[in-house]
């Protein structure tokens, strides 16, 4: 069965250190998001992203965050400086329609800034 | 307020009974998503609802759209149902899911 794959599955940066999560999302598919989930709350929406570029995208994704699509497989989410309040579970997501179908979640990258 | 609410928070059952949670929502929406995430985190969907009422297994959805509200049930639960469960709804005008707190599920032996 066709899955959304994630590296790393954990990552411990200092404060202030550049991050990049990446994602391999399922292949046919066209829509790709990132969501957060800070410990003990809920799931939050960061950003979507739809023929190369963000198609909409939350009051938590400010200038720290970037993504991109580099090799028509991967898709990553750069956090540039970090911070301490950054330090969450990031998911990836994809779905071959935006809302409407079925998504597909990858395992989660936890994300512990020192 | 939050825009989907999910009842109850917290859920103990003993194996085999027949398990309701709920959802309601004050948004207008397009569709309305089920999730499992597993106590290791990683999170996997279990039904996209936009009408009516769907079964897979021993799950099954079914949603109210001029009430608001949907409901996931459990038949014959099991220890490896235990899980959170989570709703989202997707509006539609934007392209992002609201998400409920998730409901946490124990199904004792």
């Known amino acids: 069965e066709p899955e959304v794959t994630q590296t790393p599955s954990h990552q411990v940066t200092q404060m202030g250190q550049e991050v990049i999560l990446r994602c391999v999302p399922i292949s046919n598919h066209l829509y790709f998001y990132w969501y957060r989930q800070i410990l003990g709350q809920k799931v939050e929406f960061l950003v979507s992203f739809y023929n190369n570029e963000i198609s909409e995208k939350s009051e938590i994704f400010d200038d720290q965050f970037s993504v991109e699509r580099p090799d028509g497989s991967n898709f990553t989410l750069k956090i540039r400086s970090t911070k301490l309040e950054d330090s969450a579970m990031y998911f990836c997501?994809?779905?071959?329609?935006?809302?409407?179908?079925?998504?597909?979640f990858g395992e989660g990258s936890r994300l512990t800034v020192l | 307020k939050n825009e989907v609410e999910q009842s109850p928070q917290n859920l103990t059952a003993q194996e085999g009974e027949f398990i309701t949670i709920n959802c309601s929502y004050s948004?207008?929406?397009?569709?309305l998503h089920w999730l499992q995430q597993h106590p290791g985190g990683g999170i996997v969907s279990l039904f996209m609802l936009s009408s009516g009422k769907k079964k897979h297994g021993r799950l099954i959805a079914t949603i109210n759209i001029q009430e608001k509200h949907s409901s996931l049930h459990i038949t014959a639960s099991h220890p490896r149902d235990s899980a959170v469960y989570i709703c989202a709804v997707f509006r539609g005008s934007q392209g992002n899911l609201i998400f409920g707190k998730g409901t946490k599920l124990s199904v004792k032996p």
């Open positions: 948004v207008g929406i397009s569709a």
């Open positions: 997501a994809s779905s071959e329609a935006r809302g409407l179908g079925e998504l597909f």
